[in-house]
């Protein structure tokens, strides 16, 4: 399902303020592995949508001029795009961040042996999904044979200093809830992962974060299908706070898609809701002369997914 449910334009999410700018969030192609049931982005194998050359090339420019500090590369999974490692390698050449989305079975791919100690040259930080530390829920969310696949990446990324408290190879992860609730307190769900994954696979990495599944496109649809959105989005709001309002990821980053369009955030960008609610799609390579801090940004009622409870954006929960 891509688009706005209808469900989904009844309440009126509190008016938020773009803040200063230091992440852009690109969302490079939509070709990935898997093909998971929560993706919001309905990535999966037949995809074949991937950012141009000329797109990352005004990407670039736009790191450089607008001197961003973190590129967050999403899919998909990204590392199958062509320009990833190129791409990856320009932003740490000029001092930039760089955070990858990795499904961790990537690793496991034909033609990724080197992926693995490619990232760890190149300092960027993994942030990898695992929405559970045991193998049958893991299958149940992704498909069967994920969780091993899963294991063995981060075996492999352990292997070339990743995850370690005293290493400076970030390895965080990511848990989504498997239905229609709210993820648990990530303090206490972190400590959980770190112990069974140490004590069963060795494995050891630094945060965990935990996400809520936003009620669109192929998570939506299966909560229309099961008749649970209304339940779902009455969760939702009424878990809102206010104070996470503040820390939202849209505050201080814009998302761009494959086709270059940008975005208040990646959920807008699977809704087809353009930046700051404007009329007309805007593409990074127009943002290179304009400034959108102080920009109203675009909200529906989905955004309360990143308010509820203890928040949650693409960096995990918001207050403790």
Known sequence: MHGTLPFLNQRKFPIIKRGNLHTLQINIGLKCNQQCFHCHVNSSPKRKEKMSDATIEAVKTFLITKNIDTLDITG??????????????YARENGIHVIDRCNLTILEEPGMEDLAQFLADHEVEVIASL???????VDKQRGKGVFEKSIDGLKQLNSVGYGYSNSKLSLNLVFNPQGPVLPPAQDELESAYKKELLNRHGI??????????????????????NNQLDDYMSILVQSHRD??????????????????????CDFNQMLNINLSDNEKQIHISELIDNDVEGDVIAVRDHCYGCTAGQGSSCGGALTA
């Open 131 to 137: 929405p559970c530390y045991e193998l049958e829920n």
């Open 76 to 89: 998909g999974a990204p590392e199958l795009h062509p320009e990833f490692r190129s791409l990856v390698k």
């Open 243 to 264: 104070e996470n309002i503040e820390n939202v990821m849209c505050r201080n980053l814009i998302s761009v898609d494959w086709q270059g369009y940008v975005y208040d």
């Open 204 to 225: 050891e990495f630094n945060k965990l974060f935990t996400l809520c599944n936003m009620p669109i496109n192929r998570f939506g649809s299966t909560l229309v299908s």
